[in-house]
Structure formats: C-alpha cells, structure tokens
C-alpha cells in the first residue's frame, strides 16, 4: 500500500499575488533623515494589545508604517475596516490583494469600543478598496461612524475613503454621516496612474473631493500624495492647483517607501529642504494646511492637524468678515 501525503491543501496565501511574476526592483539605501527606530515602548505595547483584543485591522500594520511607533505610544491608530484584502492592486501598496471576506456586522461597534477605551480625541477610520461592493462600502463607512458618535460623542472623526468609482450613490451616504475631515488621496500625479495606481481615475478622485465640499461645506477635505515614485515638480505644483479647484483645505505629502523588491521603485528620495519648499507653495496657493516632510503620512499626527484646521479657518473667517 502507498500513502500519499497532501502538502498542497491549505498552502500559505501570497499577499501580492499580482506582483509574483514581476522582476525585482532594486531597493534603494534610505537616507540618514527618514530612519525611524523599531518600536519597544509601553505605549505601543498597549495600543497593539487593545486591537488585537478587538480583532481589528489597522492601516498603522498592513501598510508598514514608519511611524507606527510614534502614534502607538500616544495611543494614536488608524482603523481599516472592512477586512484586510484589497480588491485592487496599486504598485505601491503593502495592504495584501484578493478576494475579500463578507463584511462584519459587528465591526462598527467593535471600532466604536476601542476609540472609547483608547479615550481618543480624533480617531482616522480608513478602508480596504471593496470593488466587490454594489456601495464600495459605503453604508458599512457610515455605521461606524454612527457607532463612534454613539459611544464616543466628544470624538472627532476623520475618514480616509477609497475612490467609489462607478458606485453611484455612495458618496452620499458617507457624507450624510457627517465626518468631521474626509480625506480620499490623489497618492501620486496623472502621468504615474496607469502604473502607480491603475484601478483609480485621476480626475474621478478631484470631482469625488469637489463633491464633499458641493454636499456639505462644513466637512474638512484633504489629500495626499506620496514624492519619490519618478513625477516632476511642475507636475506636483499643478496637482495642489487642481486640488484647490476642488477646494480641498488640507493637503499632506510623503516620501514613498518600496515595500518589497516586487513593488513600484523608489526613483529617489526627496530632500527635506523640498519638502519645506513644497509646504511654502502649498500655503500660498490657499490651502488652510499643508504637512510636507519626508516621514509624512495621511494620518499622521492628525489629531493635532485637525485642531490647526479649526483655527486656520476660523482665521479665515474673522478675516473675511
């Protein structure tokens, strides 16, 4: 009698299934002014230990993170909802592609009770793209906002939101919810899109933020791009003047770090000096906030920008009074 053994069943899931059959990217050396130290304090150990106490997802882990020390000692985390499996495959992303699980209904709660225990002042909820969704995700989106409000009323809410391309509807469900900041990234110029970010639509994404202001003026709007993925300055300075068409208020900008040797090249690392200059124009250009430096990231020390964004309008306001 021969036994056969079975060593296919169950085999470990490739987290960019995609990306399998690509060369190897040389991953260039990071310079001295982006290296961030592994993360070891009580701080971080806490945070880690309350999402995995709730079984929830965050960006801070799935996207690898720099910062992920810093904003876990304060107790600062980005929830992804919506499960971990992206239904889209940009180059630059380290959040695993496939097909994704059937939402969780519990899941809003679950969110709400850890931004209560956490005693978070501002909480950033962003998500997995749901192309799979006849919404995207949209209810899903506002039943967790809901839930914060209800158990975490003195919270503010920030939204990062994937693209709701061709989910006619969606856009409006999330705003009626009433986040205090929507946020939907540009992540890089026109001309990087159809090998950056090929599912998304450039001028979609500007006509999604223009739209948030349409529905409800009073909402924050924000976005971001990463610098370093090979786009030219000129094409940086017409993406802030498109952004501001829009009437977006906050705009952030980041060095792009490659994930892993099968992911979009980083073509080169942008010095600090600028990042500043970028900040500078940015400002002239009628933004109430621009964050520019090389560690820069969509949620990174968002609660304190949210406070600058009240006060920068508030300026504004008295000002044009």
Not at 12 to 19: A, L, N, Q, T
Not at 44 to 64: N, W
Not at 135 to 144: C, K, P, S
Request: hydrophobic share 40%; charged share 25%.
């Amino acid at each position: 009698m021969v036994t056969v053994l079975d060593r296919t069943a169950n085999p470990p899931r490739v987290r960019h299934p995609e990306k399998a059959h690509r060369p190897d990217q040389e991953v260039l050396r990071k310079p001295d002014w982006i290296r961030v130290k592994a993360p070891t304090s009580r701080g971080y150990a806490d945070t880690r230990e309350i999402v995995k106490t709730h079984k929830l997802v965050t960006v801070c882990e799935e996207a690898g993170c720099p910062n992920i020390g810093e904003c876990w000692e304060k107790k600062h985390a980005t929830f992804m909802i919506m499960g971990e499996i992206c239904t889209r495959a940009c180059a630059f992303c380290n959040v695993a592609t496939g097909v994704p699980m059937p939402l969780d209904s519990d899941e809003p709660a679950r969110v709400a009770h850890a931004v209560r225990q956490m005693a978070l002042s501002h909480v950033v909820i962003t998500s997995v793209d749901r192309d799979d969704l006849a919404d995207g995700g949209a209810q899903h989106f506002a039943e967790v906002i809901h839930a914060i409000r209800a158990e975490a009323p003195g919270t503010t809410i920030e939204i990062l939101t994937p693209d709701f391309l061709r989910k006619d509807g969606a856009l409006e469900v999330v705003v009626a919810a009433r986040p205090d900041v929507f946020n939907h990234n540009l992540e890089t110029v026109p001309s990087n899109y159809l090998t950056v970010r090929p599912g998304a639509r450039y001028f979609h994404s500007i006509r999604l933020l223009q739209r948030v202001k349409e529905l409800d003026p009073s909402i924050f709007t924000k976005s971001g791009i990463m610098v370093g993925l090979g786009e030219e300055r000129n094409e940086i300075l017409q993406l802030m003047d498109d952004l501001r068409s829009a009437n977006v208020d906050f705009m952030t900008i980041g060095q792009y770090l490659q994930p892993s040797k099968k992911h979009h090249p980083v073509k080169r690392f942008v010095t600090p000096e600028e990042f500043k200059s970028y900040e500078t124009i940015g400002r002239t250009k009628g933004f109430l906030l621009v964050a520019s430096s090389p560690l820069t990231r969509s949620s990174h020390h968002a609660g304190d920008d949210f406070a600058k964004l009240r006060a920068a309008r508030e300026a504004q306001l008295a000002k044009s009074a």
